[in-house]
């Protein structure tokens, strides 16, 4: 059963605009959220993580906002550019409580595609 | 040079055939983590080790295994290859106390 969901397979959005990836969870227990980025041959890398204590996190052109009532999180990148072209995954873990001490959970992760 | 290597980066083996995919890492992290990749699937967790002396599985460990030789050496055995088990893996490690993992870049394996 999947703890952490990404609906969206993929995403395709033209330069300059703003993409917006989305994650759902269903695990009450996580409190600390991540966002990896992928390129093909490549290993995830971390971009960006929220705690649960915050609704909003900003680096750069990445920001994202969780809605802990809703158990939800997106990923806004603004302006979006061809180089972010990537699968990104989201991933939650529990920092201070549970069986999911230690551990991240991903979701099935969203192929964003930027176009000139 | 990488703090977390993989080999090897692709293999291709044969149904029944017991391999090994190695990991190391020199970024001083305790923790270490096995995962396999498959389309439309994500990332999912097989094992991970929390130091030398604590090794778990994770959701999907039947028919692998891992030995942690040292503490940046991280290693996941597959005792008798199946074509199912065909998909990218990769290896990650963290620091306790800190959520963000490290991954190397993959090992791709195909078996026939």
């Known amino acids: 059963d999947q703890q952490v969901k990404q609906n969206s397979p993929s995403l395709s959005v033209q330069e300059g605009r703003i993409s917006i990836l989305n994650c759902d969870y269903t695990?009450?227990?996580?409190?600390?959220f991540l966002w990896y980025k992928k390129y093909p041959a490549e290993g995830p890398t971390f971009l960006i993580s929220?705690?649960?204590?915050?609704d909003k996190n900003e680096d750069g052109r990445f920001t994202v906002f969780l809605n802990k009532s809703a158990k939800h999180l997106s990923l806004h990148i603004v302006p979006s550019q061809p180089g972010d072209s990537a699968v990104y995954f989201c991933a939650a873990s529990a920092l201070t409580r549970g069986s999911t001490l230690g551990r991240l959970y991903f979701g099935r992760g969203t192929q964003l595609t930027v176009w000139p | 040079d990488a703090d977390v290597t993989q080999t090897p980066r692709n293999r291709i083996t044969k149904t029944g055939k017991r391999i090994m995919l190695e990991c190391s890492q020199t970024k001083g992290h305790d923790r270490m983590y096995w995962y396999r990749q498959d389309p439309g699937l994500g990332l999912r967790l097989i094992y991970y080790s929390f130091d030398v002396k604590d090794i778990n599985k994770g959701e999907i460990s039947d028919g692998y295994s891992v030995s942690r030789q040292a503490q940046a050496k991280f290693s996941l055995s597959l005792e008798s290859a199946i074509p199912n088990q065909t998909a990218l893996y990769f290896c990650?490690?963290?620091?306790?106390?800190?959520?963000?993992?490290?991954f190397g870049p993959g090992t791709r394996l195909l078996v026939l």
């Open positions: 990650a490690t963290s620091v306790r106390g800190r959520e963000t993992q490290y």
């Open positions: 695990n009450s227990m996580f409190d600390y």
């Open positions: 929220i705690s649960s204590i915050k």
